[in-house]
């Protein structure tokens, strides 16, 4: 996955050089709280990020949504597949692949490569999703990078590392009532960053749980 002359930098392999070494911060979390009505964060995310230019377009990333969060409750594997059904619903497409050439992103500065053994490496990152000795802040937060840096799609990957990121966290019976703060630029090659993220999702997981039972004992 190198990189020819007059091409930006793989940020995939970039990824996949720092993924092992990433400090991830540790996490001690309180439990979900019981019978509490589910925050609605990402669904309030997708309203706002794109409902005024594209209500047909939120309208089906609200129900891939949906999907997800069924797929979750079911405790169903993270997968490519899992991920592409949810895909064809935010696309309106039938068929949704993974990407067969290189792509790239932010004006073309970032450029993700293509091996012949792309896609399996995406499914190992994926499996471990469910890492058992990983806190589920930094879980999440490496699946959402795993995303955006294979970029598997041919287009949405954005989109698809959100349905994913709220996949992981209701799976574990984790809630978010606010996901705007995690919208900003992420670099491939940004080890700091990357924990940074974890730590933040840790933050709002904390504190939208806080706020669930405070409103529960009101």
């Known amino acids: 996955m190198t990189s020819g002359p007059g091409q930006p930098k793989d940020s995939l392999a970039d990824w996949l050089r720092i993924r092992p070494e990433i400090s991830w911060p540790s996490w001690r979390g309180a439990r979900p709280v019981s019978g509490a009505p589910a925050p609605d964060g990402f669904r309030n995310f997708f309203r706002a990020t794109r409902g005024g230019r594209d209500s047909e377009g939120t309208a089906r990333a609200l129900t891939a949504l949906d ?12 997968t490519f597949a899992l991920m592409a059904k949810w895909q064809r619903i935010v ?8 990407r067969a050439v290189p792509a790239f992103a932010k004006g073309g500065r970032e450029r993700y490569g293509l091996a012949p ?25 490496r699946t959402y990078l795993d995303i955006l840096f294979f970029h598997p799609f041919e287009d949405g990957n954005a989109r698809a590392a959100m349905l994913a990121l709220a996949f992981v966290l ?7 009532d606010q996901v705007h703060p995690l919208q900003t630029t992420r670099c491939a090659d940004d080890a700091e960053g990357a924990a940074d993220l974890a730590e933040l ?3 709002l997981i904390s504190a939208a749980e806080r706020r669930l039972s405070h409103g529960r004992q009101a």
């Not at 969060?69 to 405790?75: I, R, S, T």
């Not at 896609?119 to 499996?127: G, I, T, V, Y």
């Not at 209701?170 to 978010?176: I, M, P, Q, T």
């Open 170 to 176: 209701a799976r574990e019976g984790v809630l978010l």
């Open 117 to 141: 053994d792309t896609r399996e490496r995406f499914e190992r990152c994926l499996s471990e999703s469910a890492q058992p000795d990983l806190p589920v802040p930094s879980r999440a937060a």
């Open 201 to 203: 999702l840790g933050i």
């Open 91 to 98: 696309l309106g497409h039938d068929i949704v692949g993974f």
């Open 67 to 78: 999907r997800a969060f069924v797929d979750a409750e079911q405790g169903q594997p993270l």
